[in-house]
């Protein structure tokens, strides 16, 4: 059976749907599947099974040593805007004091030149003056002035003449940022949180495959339950347990402690890789192909 005679035919001014197809052109689309998936269990940050794990307050988990240098480093750059933020503003101030000091200069020179050296204005229309009011040498003295601006002006179409603009810093924030959620984030209102590891005999747990258990239900965590902290003491359990009895007993089931409603945190997790979850796991890849290039323009792809 012959094929369709547009897959045959490459001859034609324009692109056509398979073309388009085998060269990628348009949004492309692929489900994320669980090897593109953070586990509950990882950092948010070096994606391995975090060490000490500390949680913010929107339920991003984060390694201890990973939290702490993040801030550190958000620290350090924003007293570096600060202090260059503070560089252009004196800058800014001495321009403005030297731009008034010549300003006034010229005030004086002018006054002195219409009492002392210029002929007053005249009058009369009719004579000739320059654009500063003023007849005779004055005015043969502005057009040696301008000539001289006409002959060092610089010219802008030539790179190495360029004129630069100067460069404006805006004052920066003085507030860190969470690196997963993007809210404010202080170093007072991270909170370490502890699981609870499966001692059972049946699973042998090593360093670097470990399970963990709800202590209420004793149920295996994986990414297919939500799970919820509790703030006051750093417990997890999952959000059935957390919901069913320690938002009724007010008291953690471990340690005793009481806590409050708003002592519970839901903490984030990067989904399962099923249709069913709540988690939008679609990843989309925009082509655009340059006009005569052969070669496509790609933006990066986006999780939606």
């Known amino acids: 059976m012959p094929q369709r005679h547009s897959k045959n035919?490459?001859?034609l001014a324009f692109f056509t749907y398979d073309e388009k197809r085998k060269l990628?052109?348009?949004?492309?689309k692929e489900r994320l599947g669980k090897d593109s998936i953070k586990p509950f269990d990882a950092c948010c940050l070096c994606l391995k099974p975090?060490?000490?794990?500390?949680?913010?307050?929107?339920?991003?988990?984060?390694c201890k040593e990973c939290i702490l240098e993040c801030l550190l480093s958000q620290k350090k750059d924003i007293q570096r805007k600060l202090a260059a933020h503070t560089a252009q503003h004196k800058q800014d101030k001495e321009e403005e004091v030297e731009r008034l000091t010549i300003?006034?200069?010229?005030?004086?020179k002018a006054f002195d030149q219409q009492n002392h050296g210029a002929v007053p204005l005249s009058t009369d229309r009719n004579h000739g003056r320059d654009k500063n009011g003023f007849h005779g040498a004055n005015s043969v003295k502005a057009t040696s002035y301008e000539a001289e601006a006409l002959r060092t002006m610089k010219a802008f179409w030539l790179p190495s003449a360029t004129p630069e603009a100067p460069i404006k810093v805006d004052a920066p924030t003085t507030s860190t940022i969470c690196p997963e959620g993007k809210e404010k984030l202080k170093l007072k209102s991270l909170f370490p949180i502890h699981f609870s590891?499966?001692?059972?005999?049946?699973?042998s747990s090593s360093s670097l495959d470990r399970t963990y258990i709800c202590p209420s239900c004793k149920v295996t965590l994986t990414n297919t339950l939500s799970l919820s902290a509790i703030s006051s003491?750093?417990?997890?359990?999952?959000?059935?347990?957390?919901?069913k009895f320690i938002m009724v007993d007010k008291i953690c089931l471990i340690c005793n402690r009481p806590c409050k409603e708003k002592n519970l945190v839901n903490l984030e997790k990067g989904g399962t890789g099923f249709s069913g979850h709540?988690?939008?796991?679609?990843?989309?890849?925009?082509?655009?192909?340059?006009?005569?290039?052969?070669?496509?323009?790609?933006?990066?792809?986006?999780?939606?």
Do not use: W
């Open 24 to 28: 990628g052109y348009g949004t492309q």
């Open 50 to 62: 975090f060490i000490d794990p500390m949680s913010c307050q929107k339920g991003h988990v984060f």
């Open 9 to 11: 035919n490459n001859d």
């Open 197 to 203: 590891e499966d001692t059972s005999g049946r699973n």
């Open 233 to 243: 003491c750093g417990h997890v359990y999952c959000k059935k347990c957390a919901q």
């Open 278 to 304: 709540d988690d939008h796991l679609e990843a989309t890849d925009f082509k655009h192909l340059g006009s005569g290039t052969g070669l496509g323009l790609v933006r990066p792809a986006t999780k939606t």
């Open 103 to 108: 300003l006034k200069a010229q005030e004086l």
